[in-house]
């Protein structure tokens, strides 16, 4: 118990530092725990404590902590593969190149000239999961879409594919039946035509109202509305627009899913790269009020609207959960709060599961197992379990 104490102590301390953010404005839109209310522990998670310190490369979310829908520069989750390239912002300049009739090398008040638009997106590392859950985050972004800038450019009628590099790059070992050639690489992900010249992604400069963090991909990145981390690439320095499907590292080969799927009765096991996120739900925290308990959750989804989201403890009947209205925007992650009423002291399980207006429910860990092999997109059930005092 004292170390519940402690740490919501810290938390009291953090919230006080956090609530004012980029303009003077409450960032966290409520504290993590009201007055008089305790964390439940969790007994699945490791023994002696979480250790979510961040390294120089890597920064994770306590998601025992969320204390409102926007999460703040300094708490976003952060990963990346070759380090933080550092962009002079001053000698920035964007290239856009390949199948376009103007080649264009457009700079950040280039970029900031332009019609710009805001959008309120959180998004996973499509390597999520476990109970500590700490690759997600939601930001409220601002920059131009990607269409804008390509239409300067005038995309040419051969154009097929949009190759977004990234100003970072390392060696790699690419594989031909055996034979290896190594070869200095810089992070890219594509966008099929149709998606690059809609309006959904856009190329950010702030978050939350300030300009990116070297973490966030400083000066500039792109954002898939509703896509996983990988493909929403940092320090976006060229789009290289081409006829040949792109086959990247990070888009073909590190970044891919195998799944089966029934076709015509028979199963077929697809290769295919990481892009929408698999509909999921996640418990972040159970607290404690006098003798009512409260399960709060998060949902990660491809921007389908959510039609339920339903909490089931040990094995009693699945029971309707309530979605925060401060998550409604459609790409931002949502929220959700069940009241547990009647729990009982000792060890209990408790589950959420989530349900799209497509009709898709999050499976159950052994219905994906049959269907998926590679670890990626976690998006199965996920039982917690927490002990009553
Ligand atoms: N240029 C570049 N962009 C990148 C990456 C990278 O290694 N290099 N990593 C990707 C991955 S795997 C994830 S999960 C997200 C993480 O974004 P964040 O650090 O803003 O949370 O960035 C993506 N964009
Ligand atoms: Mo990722």
Same mark, same amino acid.
């Given at each position: 118990?004292?170390?519940?104490?402690?740490?919501?102590?810290?938390?009291?301390?953090?919230?006080?530092i956090a609530a004012l953010g980029a303009f003077g404005l409450p960032e966290w839109g409520f504290p993590a725990l009201a007055q008089g209310e305790t964390l439940v522990a969790f007994t699945d998670l490791p023994e002696g404590g979480v250790n979510l310190q961040p390294t120089p490369d890597r920064r994770r979310l306590d998601i025992r902590d969320i204390d409102g829908p926007i999460t703040p520069a300094d708490k976003w989750f952060t990963t990346q593969h070759y380090g933080h390239p550092e962009i002079d912002r001053a000698t920035y300049r964007l290239r856009v190149s390949g199948l376009v009739d103007t080649p264009l090398e457009l700079s950040l008040a280039d970029l900031r000239a332009m019609p710009s638009r805001e959008l309120v997106f959180g998004f996973e590392c499509s390597g999520n999961g476990g109970p500590q859950n700490s690759l997600s985050s939601n930001g409220r972004w601002t920059g131009v879409s990607v269409s804008t800038?390509?239409?300067?450019?005038?995309?040419?009628?051969?154009?097929?594919?949009?190759?977004?590099?990234?100003?970072?790059h390392g060696e790699e070992e690419v594989v031909f039946r055996g034979r290896p050639s190594t070869v200095e690489q810089h992070y890219g992900r594509s966008l099929h035509r149709d998606l690059a010249l809609s309006n959904a992604p856009m190329l950010a400069y702030e978050l939350n109202g300030a300009?990116?963090?070297?973490?966030?991909?400083?000066?500039?990145?792109?954002?898939?509305?509703?896509?996983?981390?990988?493909?929403?690439v940092k320090w976006v320095s060229e789009i290289h627009v081409q006829e040949d499907q792109y086959l990247g +590292?990070?888009? $073909?080969?590190?970044?891919?899913? @195998? *799944?089966?799927?029934?076709?015509?009765?028979?199963?077929?096991? +697809?290769?295919? $790269?990481?892009?929408?996120?698999? @509909? *999921?739900?996640?418990?972040?925290?159970?607290?404690?009020?006098?003798?009512?308990?409260?399960?709060?959750?998060?949902?990660?989804h491809d921007g389908t609207p959510i039609r339920s989201v339903e909490v089931q403890v040990d094995d009693g009947p699945w029971q309707p959960a309530t979605l925060d209205p401060?998550?409604?925007?459609?790409?931002?992650?949502?929220?959700?709060?069940f009241d547990w009423n009647g729990a009982t002291p000792g060890e209990h399980t408790i589950t959420s599961r989530v349900t799209d207006t497509s009709g898709f429910m999050q499976p159950t860990a052994e219905a994906l197992s049959a269907v998926k092999k590679t670890f990626l997109e976690r998006n199965e059930q996920l039982p917690r379990t927490v002990m009553i005092a």
């Open positions: 118990m004292s170390t519940q104490t402690t740490r919501r102590e810290v938390l009291k301390g953090g919230a006080a800038v390509l239409e300067r450019a005038g995309v040419q009628a051969s154009a097929r594919e949009f190759v977004f590099f990234g100003a970072d300009p990116l963090s070297v973490h966030q991909g400083r000066p500039l990145r792109l954002l898939n509305p509703g896509w996983y981390g990988a493909p929403n +590292k990070f888009q $073909a080969r590190h970044y891919r899913t @195998l *799944k089966g799927e029934m076709v015509n009765g028979e199963m077929k096991w +697809k290769e295919t $790269a990481i892009t929408k996120m698999r @509909l *999921k739900s996640f418990i972040a925290r159970v607290t404690k009020m006098g003798n009512q308990h409260k399960v709060f959750g998060v949902i990660m401060t998550t409604s925007e459609t790409y931002s992650w949502k929220f959700f709060n």
